[in-house]
């Protein structure tokens, strides 16, 4: 068995300039976006994850991988206290999965090149909480949903305008059946 030389085929990285680390942060944004829609997330959810990602590094200041946990506590603690909780839960995700995609891809590049080992700051202790209320959701029981389409199926008959009603109906009952996400639901356009 012979030993052989191993060389990493990459180019050294080194951000010593302002504008390196603005061009790197670039192009690990552009390959955020690119991961999450072959991941087939929706363009909007994207857009939002970035929006919430780029102003965390406009407030920060810095680039995220300096960001430690005490860092997103003054974040989240000042910065958005006033924000109702269910706002804080929306960007808190996007950030979850940015670092966890700087963790998996870049970890070993980032730290190459600048020297800092990428973790999340967002733990068990500062991530923000939903109200209760979205976090327990209850459907309907079989006959609790039974008894909605079959009162509103008898109230058709006497509706002002037949046609709009039926429609509605239908698409709630098919929507009852099939389950879609809310997301999936405002797609939907009326023709």
Same mark, same amino acid.
């Given at each position: 068995?012979?030993?052989?030389?191993?060389?990493? %085929?990459?180019?050294?990285?080194? %951000?010593? *300039?302002? $504008?390196?680390? !603005? !061009?790197? &942060?670039?192009?690990? %944004?552009?390959?955020?976006? %690119? =991961?999450?829609?072959?991941?087939? #997330?929706?363009?909007?959810?994207?857009?939002?994850?970035?929006?919430?990602?780029?102003?965390?590094?406009?407030? @920060?200041?810095? +680039?995220?991988?300096?960001?430690?946990?005490?860092?997103?506590?003054?974040?989240?603690?000042?910065?958005?206290?006033?924000?109702? +909780?269910?706002? /804080? #839960?929306?960007?808190?995700?996007? @950030? !979850?999965?940015?670092?966890?995609?700087? $963790?998996?891809?870049? /970890?070993?590049?980032?730290? =190459?090149?600048?020297?800092?080992?990428?973790?999340?700051?967002?733990?068990?202790?500062?991530?923000?909480?939903?109200?209760?209320? *979205?976090?327990?959701?209850?459907?309907? *029981?079989? $006959? &609790?949903?039974?008894?909605?389409?079959?009162?509103?199926? &008898?109230?058709? &008959? =006497?509706?002002? /305008?037949?046609?709009? =009603?039926?429609?509605?109906?239908?698409?709630?009952?098919?929507?009852?059946?099939?389950?879609?996400?809310?997301?999936?639901?405002?797609?939907?356009?009326?023709?």
């Amino acid at each position: 068995m012979a030993l052989a030389v191993v060389r990493d %085929l990459r180019p050294d990285l080194r %951000l010593e *300039s302002a $504008e390196e680390v !603005a !061009a790197f &942060e670039q192009d690990l %944004l552009a390959e955020f976006v %690119l =991961a999450r829609a072959s991941a087939g #997330v929706l363009d909007d959810t994207i857009r939002a994850d970035v929006g919430g990602v780029l102003g965390l590094r406009e407030w @920060f200041g810095r +680039p995220l991988w300096e960001m430690q946990p005490q860092d997103l506590d003054r974040y989240f603690g000042r910065h958005r206290r006033g924000s109702a +909780p269910g706002t /804080k #839960v929306r960007p808190a995700a996007a @950030f !979850a999965v940015y670092f966890e995609f700087l $963790e998996l891809r870049h /970890k070993a590049t980032i730290h =190459a090149a600048t020297g800092v080992v990428v973790e999340s700051p967002l733990d068990e202790v500062n991530r923000p909480r939903g109200g209760t209320a *979205s976090r327990l959701r209850i459907p309907p *029981s079989a $006959e &609790e949903a039974a008894r909605l389409f079959s009162g509103w199926r &008898e109230d058709m &008959e =006497a509706a002002r /305008k037949y046609a709009p =009603a039926a429609r509605n109906y239908t698409a709630a009952r098919l929507t009852s059946l099939i389950g879609p996400r809310i997301s999936e639901l405002c797609l939907l356009r009326d023709r």
